[in-house]
T-cell receptor, first 115, second 111 residues
Framework: KAGVTQTPRYLIKTRGQQVTLSCSPISGHRSVSWYQQTPGQGLQFLFEYFSETQRNKGNFPGRFSGRQFSNSRSEMNVSTLELGDSALYLC??????????????FGPGTRLTVT | AQSVTQLDSHVSVSEGTPVLLRCNYSSSYSPSLFWYVQHPNKGLQLLLKYTSAATLVKGINGFEAEFKKSETSFHLTKPSAHMSDAAEYFCVLNRDDKIIFGKGTRLHILP
């Protein structure tokens, strides 16, 4: 079974631009979560989608948004990029968001560099 | 408030010696707890999880962790370190769909 895939793997953007990252979950998984990883802040939760609905959202500004499609694939968008948005963005999928059996499988991440 | 504290940002052990990575949590109710490993330039991989069944949890690659409610701890151990264990390890708490990552512990293996 194929793992979680994220595209693109690397991205360089300039301040003020916007960017869209894509995540394809493991086949059959319906829950997708996004995380931002930086050396200073560590791993921070961005948001989680399940059945095309956003279930949870972390403490990030409205420039960060996402969506999930009917096939469970998810996209994350960041508008008006800032230098501080440079990070590794990780996507994780799980069968459901049931916390008792919550087992996430992570993709390799998209490394975003903002110049 | 719920939180996860990984007590050491870096741990160095010699190959063949035991590994101990410490994690303390704070939660009003019994949480689900996980350990993940991240190798350089890779995504995170689940090592093991605790979900209120057995308090001693065995994971992949010889790792195990013990849930101690009285100490609010979930330390990760391995009897004998291998060079391939060099990576960053994250303790994660999940309660009421709130997912909280620890800051991570970088494990260095000395030859």
């Amino acid at each position: 079974k194929a793992g979680v895939t994220q595209t693109p793997r690397y991205l360089i953007k300039t301040r003020g631009q916007q960017v869209t990252l894509s995540c394809s979950p493991i086949s059959g998984h319906r829950s997708v979560s996004w995380y931002q990883q930086t050396p200073g802040q560590g791993l921070q939760f961005l948001f989680e989608y399940f059945s095309e609905t956003q279930r949870n959202k972390g403490n990030f500004p409205g420039r960060f948004s996402g969506r999930q499609f009917s096939n469970s694939r998810s996209e994350m968008n960041v508008s008006t990029l800032e230098l501080g948005d440079s990070a590794l963005y990780l996507c994780a999928s799980s069968l459901t968001p049931d916390s008792d059996t919550y087992e996430q499988y992570f993709g390799p991440g998209t490394r975003l560099t903002v110049t | 408030a719920q939180s996860v504290t990984q007590l050491d940002s870096h741990v160095s052990v010699s190959e063949g010696t035991p590994v101990l990575l410490r994690c303390n949590y704070s939660s009003s109710y019994s949480p689900s707890l996980f350990w993940y490993v991240q190798h350089p330039n890779k995504g995170l991989q689940l090592l093991l999880k605790y979900t209120s069944a057995a308090t001693l949890v065995k994971g992949i690659n010889g790792f195990e962790a013990e849930f101690k409610k009285s100490e609010t701890s979930f330390h990760l151990t391995k009897p004998s370190a291998h060079m391939s264990d060099a990576a960053e390890y994250f303790c994660v708490l999940n309660r009421d769909d709130k997912i909280i990552f620890g800051k991570g512990t970088r494990l260095h293996i000395l030859p």
